[in-house]
C-alpha cells in the first residue's frame, strides 16, 4: 500500500521561501509511470494543482505560479520537495501531494495534507 | 476563477438519486476521456472515486458512477446515504496551458 506524508514548516515569513517534502512509503518513487504532483486548498476554497515530476525527472508547473515554484526529486531518500519563493499571505493553504497515474491521469494515493500559513 | 464549473452545491434526501455537473471545453473534458472525481469529507484529504470518466477503483461503492456527454461530466449517486455528504471536485486533462484543471467543487448535503 503506497502512503504519501508531508512534512515542512507550518509557517512561513512573507517574502521567504516555502519548503515540503513527501515521502513515499510502499514503493518506489522512480519506478513506474507516475507524476509525483503537489496540489495546495486554500481554507474553505477549491483544489488548485501546483505542479508535478515525473520518474524521469522532467517537470510541469501552474503557469499563474511557475516563476517561483521548483519541484524535485530525490530517489535516494524516496521523496519529492516542493520550493515556492517569494510568498505572501494567498500561499497560505493546505498543501497536499499526491501520485498522478500517467496512464489515467488520475490521483490515486493522496498524503493528509499540512497546513503552511504564511504569517509574520 | 476554476477551468472546469460545478455547482456549488447539490442536495437530495437518503435512498435518492443526485447528478454533479462537470462543464469544461473542447480543450479538456470534450475532447479527452480523462475525467477524474474525488470525495472530500472536511478536514481529509481528497478520494479518488471515478476515474477515465466511468471507472471505479477498488472498494468504491457501485452507488457512484461516472459519464460524459460533450463537454460535461457527470457523477451520480445513487441510494444516497448521510456518509455521502461530503465535498466533490472533478478533474481533467487539459490541453491547454495547465495540463491538470479541476473544478471548483461541490458541497453535496443530505437531507
Known amino acids: 500500500q503506497v502512503q504519501l506524508q508531508e512534512s515542512g514548516p507550518g509557517l512561513v515569513k512573507p517574502s521567504q521561501t516555502l519548503s515540503l517534502t513527501c515521502t513515499v512509503s510502499g514503493g518506489s518513487i522512480s519506478s513506474g509511470s507516475y507524476y509525483w504532483t503537489w496540489i495546495r486548498q486554500p481554507a474553505g476554497k477549491g483544489l488548485e494543482w501546483i505542479g508535478r515530476?515525473?520518474?524521469?525527472?522532467?517537470?510541469n508547473y501552474n503557469p499563474s505560479l511557475k516563476s517561483r515554484l521548483t519541484i524535485s526529486l530525490d530517489t535516494s531518500k524516496n521523496h519529492f520537495s516542493l520550493k515556492v519563493s517569494s510568498v505572501t499571505a494567498a500561499d497560505t493553504a493546505v498543501y497536499y501531494c499526491?501520485?498522478?497515474?500517467?496512464?489515467?491521469?488520475?490521483?490515486?494515493?493522496w498524503g493528509q495534507g499540512t497546513l503552511v500559513t504564511v504569517s509574520s | 476563477q476554476s477551468a472546469l464549473t460545478q455547482p456549488a452545491s447539490v442536495s437530495g434526501s437518503p435512498g435518492q438519486s443526485i447528478t454533479i455537473s462537470c462543464t469544461g471545453t473542447?480543450?479538456?473534458?470534450?475532447?479527452?476521456?480523462?475525467v477524474s472525481w474525488y470525495q472530500q469529507h472536511p478536514g481529509k484529504a481528497p478520494k479518488l472515486m471515478i476515474y477515465?470518466?466511468?471507472n471505479r477503483p477498488s472498494g468504491v461503492s457501485n452507488r457512484f458512477s461516472g459519464s460524459k456527454s460533450g463537454n460535461t461530466a457527470s457523477l451520480t449517486i445513487s441510494g444516497l446515504q448521510a456518509e455521502d455528504e461530503a465535498d466533490y471536485y472533478c478533474?481533467?486533462?487539459?490541453?491547454?496551458?495547465?495540463?491538470?484543471?479541476f473544478g471548483g467543487g461541490t458541497k453535496l448535503t443530505v437531507l
Open positions: 473542447s480543450s479538456d473534458v470534450g475532447d479527452y476521456n480523462y
Open positions: 478533474s481533467s486533462y487539459s490541453s491547454s496551458s495547465s495540463p491538470v484543471v
Open positions: 477515465e470518466v466511468f
Open positions: 515530476i515525473y520518474t524521469s525527472g522532467s517537470t
Open positions: 499526491a501520485r498522478q497515474r500517467a496512464a489515467g491521469l488520475d490521483f490515486d494515493y
